[in-house]
């Protein structure tokens, strides 16, 4: 079965400073793979998605994402964080009808 | 954008009472539906998928009976927990599939807080 594996539980960095979290996946074939932010006590909303092509993602926020297969990696970066940016971030990977299997979350916190 | 309209934002209920959650899908037709569970600092887990028109299919170790999902129409899907317990307090996130969204084209609601007393 698939799994996602985010190493980090809590990651505190500066404002302005740059940014990467980490997600491992485990599947047989080519991944479909997501990361989501989760601000408290709300939804999720879709930062970024990839599916094929070009590994290196775009997404919205500043954020982007390279899949690399040889390291069964999908880490999610920004140059320079903002304080806004304080949030849950999940990484999730598409299985099988349609299911979104999810990462435990790293937690971001921002010191100004 | 699809949006997902989910009701009430937080509840707090009598242990022993049900309490139903609402999700409505504004802007587009859903037809299927998922309901997570996420407990403090935790991922989401998946509870179960729902179809309009059909049963819905529970993860294994969800109970089917306590928490009951109906989806009778494309724009709403409904979870009730059942007899509630403490132990049921979570947060509660219902996420649509969003017909011509591409693979995996989901938007989630808001969430529901649930505290059972």
């Known amino acids: 079965a698939q799994s996602v594996t985010q190493p980090d539980i809590h990651i505190t960095v500066s404002e302005g400073a740059s940014l990467e979290l980490r997600c491992n996946y485990s599947y047989g074939a080519t991944p479909y793979l997501f990361w989501y932010v989760q601000s408290p006590g709300q939804g999720l909303q879709l930062l970024l998605k990839y599916f094929s092509g070009d590994t290196l993602v775009q997404g919205i926020k500043g954020f982007e994402a390279e899949f690399k297969r040889s390291q069964s990696s999908f880490n999610l970066r920004k140059p320079s964080v903002h304080w806004s940016d304080a949030a849950e971030y999940f990484c999730?990977?598409?299985?099988?009808?349609?299911?979104?299997?999810f990462g435990q979350g790293t937690r971001l916190t921002i010191n100004p | 954008g699809a949006v997902v309209s989910q009701h009430p934002s937080w509840v707090i209920c009598k242990s022993g009472t049900s309490v139903k959650i609402e999700c409505r899908s504004l802007d587009f037709q859903a037809t299927t539906m998922f309901w997570y569970r996420q407990f403090p600092k935790q991922s989401l887990m998946l509870m179960a998928t729902s179809n309009e028109g059909s049963k819905a299919t529970y993860e294994q170790g969800v109970e089917k009976d306590k928490f009951l999902i109906n989806h009778a129409s494309l724009t709403l899907s409904t979870l009730t927990v059942t007899s509630a317990h403490p132990e049921d307090s979570s947060f509660y996130i219902c996420?649509?599939?969003?017909?011509?969204?591409?693979?995996?084209?989901?938007?989630f609601g808001s969430g529901t807080r649930l505290t059972v007393v």
């Open positions: 999730a990977v598409g299985q099988g009808a349609q299911k979104l299997v």
């Open positions: 996420s649509a599939r969003v017909s011509g969204g591409g693979p995996y084209g989901y938007t």
